[in-house]
C-alpha cells in the first residue's frame, strides 16, 4: 500500500514558477514509477509527467516540455514537480500517482495509488 499526499499548489502569475511535491509513505516507495497528473475543469485528467524506480528515466507530455521537470528522492519518498514558465492553461488540480511501471502510468486505468490532489491556478 502507498498512500500519497500532495502539496505545494496555489494561485500565481503566469511566467512564474510553483514546485508540488508528493509525500509517499510505505515501504516500498522506490520501486514505483511515480507520475503527476492534471485535471482542468470541465477536461478529463491527463498524464503530465513521469519518473521511473530509480530516476533514471523521465517523460513528459508535449504542453510542458522544457517548462516542468519531475524528480524523486527515494531517500525521503517524495517526487516533485517543478512547474516553470507558468500559463493560464496550466491551471488544474495536481495529482500524484504510483504504479508499477511507467507504461501503466501513461494508460491511466490501472493506475492503483493516487492522491487527492492539489490545485494550481495561473492567472493572466
Known amino acids: 500500500q502507498v498512500q500519497l499526499v500532495e502539496s505545494g499548489g496555489g494561485l500565481v502569475q503566469a511566467g512564474g514558477s510553483l514546485r508540488l511535491s508528493c509525500a509517499a509513505s510505505g515501504r516500498t516507495f522506490s520501486s514505483y514509477a511515480m507520475g503527476w497528473f492534471r485535471q482542468a475543469p470541465g477536461k478529463e485528467r491527463s498524464l503530465v509527467a513521469t519518473?521511473?524506480?530509480?530516476?533514471?528515466?523521465?517523460g513528459y507530455a508535449d504542453s510542458v516540455k522544457g517548462r516542468f521537470t519531475i524528480s524523486r528522492d527515494n531517500a525521503e519518498s517524495n517526487v516533485y514537480l517543478q512547474m516553470n514558465s507558468l500559463k493560464p492553461e496550466d491551471t488544474a488540480v495536481y495529482y500524484c500517482?504510483?504504479?508499477?511501471?511507467?507504461?501503466?502510468?501513461?494508460?491511466?486505468?490501472?493506475?492503483?495509488?493516487w492522491g487527492k490532489g492539489t490545485l494550481v491556478t495561473v492567472s493572466s
Open positions: 519518473i521511473n524506480w530509480s530516476g533514471t528515466t523521465t
Open positions: 500517482a504510483a504504479a508499477a511501471s511507467t507504461t501503466t502510468l501513461k494508460g491511466m486505468g490501472g493506475v492503483p495509488y
